[in-house]
C-alpha cells in the first residue's frame, strides 16, 4: 500500500482565518490529488500533481485556495482568508503507479464557522 | 451536467438480495473506470477496477458500455456488511496519468 498521513485530522476555526492542511505520502507514488468532500457536492477534484507539477487545478474554487508540492514527500493545501462554506473533509491520495488505484488519507475535517 | 453521473439512492435491500448500480459519464475521452467503496466517515477504497470485457471478483460484477458511456455494479448475495456508499469513478487520461473524477456515490442499505 501507499501510505498516506493527513494532518490535521480535524480543524475548527473562524471565518478569515489561515487553514493549512498537510499531506505526508509516506511511500512512493507519481500522482498526488487533493479532494474536498461535502453531503451536497461529493467527492470534488481540486488539484492533481504528476511528478511534483501541477497538472490541473481547475477545480480550485477561488484565489483562496492554493496549492503546494514542493517535493515527493510533501504536499500542502491553503485556504486563506477561509470562509463557513469551505467546512468539508479534504482528502489526500496517492495513484499507484502501476495500478492506477488511488490510497486516500483519512481525511481532514474542516469546520469554519 | 455532471461528468459523472449516480442515482444517489438510498437503496434499502434484504440479506440476499441482488442489486445493482448504474453510472454515467460525459466525457468519451475517458479511458479508465474504476468502483471505490466509502464506509461512513472513512475514506473511499477501491472495490474494483471494471475491464472492457466486464470483470467479476466474488459476489461483485463490474460492467462496462463505452457505446453508452455507463457502467454498471452488480453485488448478488447482498451481505449486512455491503452497507457502505459505492462510488464510480472515470479516469479522463491515461492510466497513471489522467484526471480522476468521482460520482457522488450511491448508498446502500442492507438489513437483516
Known amino acids: 500500500d501507499a501510505g498516506v498521513i493527513q494532518s490535521p485530522r480535524h480543524e475548527v476555526t473562524e471565518m478569515g482565518q489561515e487553514v493549512t492542511l498537510r499531506c505526508k505520502p509516506i511511500s512512493g507514488h507519481n500522482s498526488l490529488f487533493w479532494y474536498r468532500q461535502t453531503m451536497m457536492r461529493g467527492l470534488e477534484l481540486l488539484i492533481y500533481f504528476n511528478n511534483n507539477v501541477p497538472i490541473d487545478d481547475s477545480g480550485m474554487p477561488e484565489d483562496r485556495f492554493s496549492a503546494k508540492m514542493p517535493n515527493a514527500s510533501f504536499s500542502t493545501l491553503k485556504i486563506q482568508p477561509s470562509e463557513p462554506r469551505d467546512s468539508a473533509v479534504y482528502f489526500c491520495?496517492?495513484?499507484?503507479?502501476?495500478?492506477?488505484?488511488?490510497?486516500f488519507g483519512e481525511g481532514s475535517r474542516l469546520t469554519v464557522l | 451536467r455532471k461528468e459523472v453521473e449516480q442515482d444517489p439512492g438510498p437503496f434499502n435491500v434484504p440479506e440476499g438480495a441482488t442489486v445493482a448500480f448504474n453510472c454515467t459519464y460525459s466525457n468519451s475521452a475517458s479511458q479508465s473506470f474504476f468502483w471505490y467503496r466509502q464506509d461512513c466517515r472513512k475514506e473511499p477504497k477501491l472495490l474494483m477496477s471494471?475491464?472492457?470485457s466486464g470483470n467479476e471478483d466474488g459476489r461483485f460484477t463490474a460492467q462496462l458500455n463505452r457505446a453508452s458511456q455507463y457502467i454498471s455494479l452488480l453485488i448478488r448475495d447482498s451481505k449486512l456488511s455491503d452497507s457502505a456508499t459505492y462510488l464510480c469513478v472515470v479516469n479522463r487520461g491515461s492510466s497513471n496519468t489522467g484526471k480522476l473524477i468521482f460520482g457522488q456515490g450511491t448508498t446502500l442499505q442492507v438489513k437483516p
Open positions: 491520495a496517492l495513484r499507484d503507479h502501476y495500478t492506477g488505484e488511488l490510497f
Open positions: 471494471v475491464y472492457s
